[in-house]
């Protein structure tokens, strides 16, 4: 009996101690002069709310600094206290990294960083991660000029960034980490530091693959492309029984194993079918080069499979191109707010050297049909291209990054949503997407090279350390250990200590 009652008195004592510690950190913060919202403030709901409604965290305060010298002096009073600080971008983190991935947590929203100005003599630009992609295509498309990036316009480029940054013209233009040529970054001590090949190289490395676990991104210096001069959008869409839809992914990557060009990009995208056994199944992309030349390019992959139950091509500017794909019908974010989904993600990145066999696509698509059919959630899966012939992706040496996937064929998302995209989520979710990815992986060859890309994040994915970072984690953890000793920057995924 006196064990259980000094237990208590000890947690007692130690949640009196945390509370005031807590209670002098938000004090010191709010000391430093700039806007932080905390618990009870009018608007400190709203600065909490993830955007996929699944998680419900409580930061210890909300930050919304405006430049690098504030951000510099909220690290060093949160070191003094020994608390974990994340910077949030768009938002847009599938598991709430963006608020920490936990409670308490003192988030930096990068929201007053909104930079986006081009170099006209050089073709570079330095861009703020507080701007959303809609935001910086319209920016850049002003000045003749474009991005690799991707298609929502609402995600904010400090966190796509940071991981990847895949989109439609990747296969022409690689990704956009691969365009950054330097990075402005507050470290955990306060340090301000300018980032690049020559300045910090391990460091600047190290932020193009995994940059929210090593500091504060405050501005980006890419390089950018002259638009296309023409870009066409194509839709294909088929209803097609699970044998067919097998047969039409393995014809697809037959296709692109072929000569295609650097300017043809595509996905397949996967929807529930109209009865049970058969699926929606669509080709959707873009094509970047002259529009005269598209059909002859798309034909070989068109003679394997059935007639399409429909078609569209839509040739016309880039600008308008970003906008059709970006599914909104528009590119500004600043006119309306931001909307919220209630889901579960995973993702793989299959091995362009052992491509899905015909018996991991035949289960794949048998599940889809089938079990898919009778999911209570809503659901959808894109299978993306990375590689095929001339991938600019897949051309960047694999250690030139910290990205560690230069050599897959497509990345896979599975997404599924609650029912009217609010809460709560149905645990049946979980498994249903699980077996998804178990149906490829099970039918695969034993030792299956495949990973999964750190953008559609999963906080139930086991040996994560491997599957997104690959031979680059053991340098990323001594990198960890040398720039973030104390491991300040920590979320669910982060770089361990």
Same mark, same amino acid.
């Given at each position: 009996?006196?064990?259980?009652?000094?237990?208590?008195?000890?947690?007692?004592?130690?949640?009196?101690?945390?509370?005031?510690?807590?209670?002098?950190?938000? #004090? #010191?913060?709010?000391?430093?002069?700039?806007?932080?919202?905390?618990?009870?403030?009018?608007?400190?709901?709203?600065?909490?709310?993830?955007?996929? +409604?699944?998680?419900?965290?409580?930061?210890? &305060?909300?930050?919304?600094?405006?430049?690098?010298?504030?951000?510099?002096?909220?690290?060093?009073?949160?070191?003094?206290?020994?608390?974990?600080?994340?910077?949030?971008?768009?938002?847009?983190?599938?598991?709430?990294?963006?608020?920490?991935?936990?409670?308490?947590?003192?988030?930096?929203?990068?929201?007053?960083?909104?930079?986006?100005?081009?170099?006209?003599?050089?073709?570079?630009?330095?861009?703020?991660?507080?701007?959303?992609?809609?935001?910086?295509?319209?920016?850049?498309?002003?000045?003749?000029?474009?991005?690799?990036?991707?298609?929502?316009?609402?995600?904010?480029?400090?966190?796509?960034?940071?991981?990847?940054?895949?989109?439609?013209?990747?296969?022409?233009?690689?990704?956009?980490?691969?365009?950054?040529?330097?990075?402005?970054?507050?470290?955990?001590?306060?340090?301000?530091?300018?980032?690049?090949?020559?300045?910090?190289?391990?460091?600047?490395?190290?932020?193009?693959?995994?940059?929210?676990?090593?500091?504060?991104?405050?501005?980006?210096?890419?390089?950018?492309?002259?638009?296309?001069?023409?870009?066409?959008?194509?839709?294909?869409?088929?209803?097609?029984?699970?044998?067919?839809?097998?047969?039409?992914?393995?014809?697809?990557?037959?296709?692109?194993?072929?000569?295609?060009?650097?300017?043809?990009?595509?996905?397949?995208?996967?929807?529930?079918?109209?009865?049970?056994?058969?699926?929606?199944?669509?080709?959707?992309?873009?094509?970047?080069?002259?529009?005269?030349?598209?059909?002859?390019?798309?034909?070989?992959? +068109?003679?394997?499979?059935?007639?399409?139950?429909?078609?569209?091509?839509?040739?016309?500017?880039?600008?308008?191109?970003?906008?059709?794909?970006?599914?909104?019908?528009?590119?500004?974010? #600043?006119?309306?707010?931001?909307?919220?989904?209630?889901?579960?993600?995973?993702?793989?990145?299959?091995?362009?050297?052992?491509?899905?066999?015909? &018996?991991?696509?035949?289960?794949?698509?048998?599940? +889809?049909?089938?079990?898919?059919?009778?999911?209570?959630?809503?659901?959808?899966?894109?299978?993306?291209?990375?590689?095929?012939?001339?991938?600019?992706?897949?051309?960047?040496?694999?250690?030139?990054?910290?990205?560690?996937?230069?050599?897959?064929?497509?990345?896979?998302?599975?997404?599924?949503?609650?029912?009217?995209?609010?809460?709560?989520?149905?645990?049946?979710?979980?498994?249903?997407?699980?077996?998804?990815?178990?149906?490829?992986?099970?039918?695969?060859?034993?030792?299956?090279?495949?990973?999964?890309?750190?953008?559609?994040?999963?906080?139930?994915?086991?040996?994560?350390?491997?599957?997104?970072?690959?031979?680059?984690?053991?340098?990323?953890?001594?990198?960890?250990?040398?720039?973030?000793?104390?491991?300040?920057?920590?979320?669910?995924?982060?770089?361990?200590?």
């Amino acid at each position: 009996m006196a064990h259980r009652l000094l237990f208590f008195a000890f947690l007692t004592l130690w949640s009196s101690l945390a509370t005031a510690s807590t209670a002098d950190l938000v #004090s #010191s913060l709010k000391a430093l002069n700039f806007t932080i919202v905390t618990p009870g403030d009018p608007n400190y709901p709203t600065a909490s709310t993830a955007f996929n +409604l699944r998680y419900t965290f409580e930061p210890a &305060a909300v930050a919304y600094p405006t430049n690098a010298q504030q951000i510099s002096a909220l690290l060093k009073v949160s070191r003094q206290f020994n608390h974990q600080v994340v910077a949030r971008s768009g938002g847009h983190s599938y598991i709430a990294n963006g608020l920490g991935g936990k409670d308490g947590v003192v988030v930096v929203d990068m929201t007053n960083f909104m930079t986006v100005a081009v170099d006209s003599s050089t073709g570079t630009a330095i861009i703020g991660p507080g701007n959303r992609l809609g935001n910086v295509a319209l920016a850049l498309n002003d000045k003749g000029r474009a991005l690799p990036h991707g298609t929502c316009p609402y995600v904010g480029v400090g966190g796509h960034s940071g991981f990847g940054g895949y989109g439609f013209t990747s296969r022409k233009w690689g990704l956009l980490l691969d365009t950054i040529l330097s990075i402005n970054v507050v470290l955990a001590d306060g340090t301000i530091a300018n980032v690049s090949q020559t300045t910090h190289p391990n460091l600047f490395w190290a932020l193009r693959g995994s940059s929210a676990s090593f500091g504060i991104v405050t501005a980006i210096q890419v390089m950018t492309f002259p638009t296309p001069s023409s870009a066409t959008v194509f839709e294909y869409n088929w209803n097609l029984n699970a044998a067919d839809a097998a047969k039409a992914v393995g014809a697809f990557q037959h296709f692109v194993q072929t000569n295609i060009p650097q300017e043809f990009a595509a996905e397949i995208v996967i929807g529930k079918g109209s009865v049970q056994g058969n699926l929606s199944w669509g080709l959707t992309g873009g094509w970047y080069g002259p529009a005269d030349q598209f059909q002859s390019v798309i034909a070989p992959f +068109l003679a394997k499979v059935p007639k399409p139950a429909s078609t569209s091509l839509t040739p016309g500017t880039y600008i308008n191109s970003v906008q059709f794909l970006g599914g909104l019908g528009r590119l500004n974010t #600043s006119s309306s707010p931001d909307g919220h989904d209630t889901f579960y993600a995973k993702s793989l990145m299959t091995p362009e050297a052992s491509p899905m066999s015909n &018996a991991a696509r035949t289960a794949f698509m048998s599940y +889809l049909a089938n079990d898919g059919f009778n999911a209570t959630t809503d659901w959808f899966v894109e299978i993306e291209l990375y590689g095929g012939t001339n991938s600019a992706i897949n051309n960047v040496p694999i250690d030139a990054t910290a990205f560690a996937h230069r050599s897959s064929m497509f990345t896979i998302q599975f997404y599924t949503s609650a029912p009217g995209n609010v809460p709560p989520f149905p645990p049946a979710g979980f498994s249903f997407l699980d077996e998804m990815v178990n149906s490829i992986v099970n039918n695969s060859p034993k030792g299956w090279d495949y990973g999964a890309y750190a953008n559609y994040i999963d906080d139930r994915l086991q040996n994560w350390q491997q599957l997104y970072y690959g031979p680059h984690y053991p340098r990323l953890k001594a990198l960890k250990d040398q720039y973030d000793p104390m491991n300040t920057f920590s979320f669910p995924t982060s770089i361990e200590e």
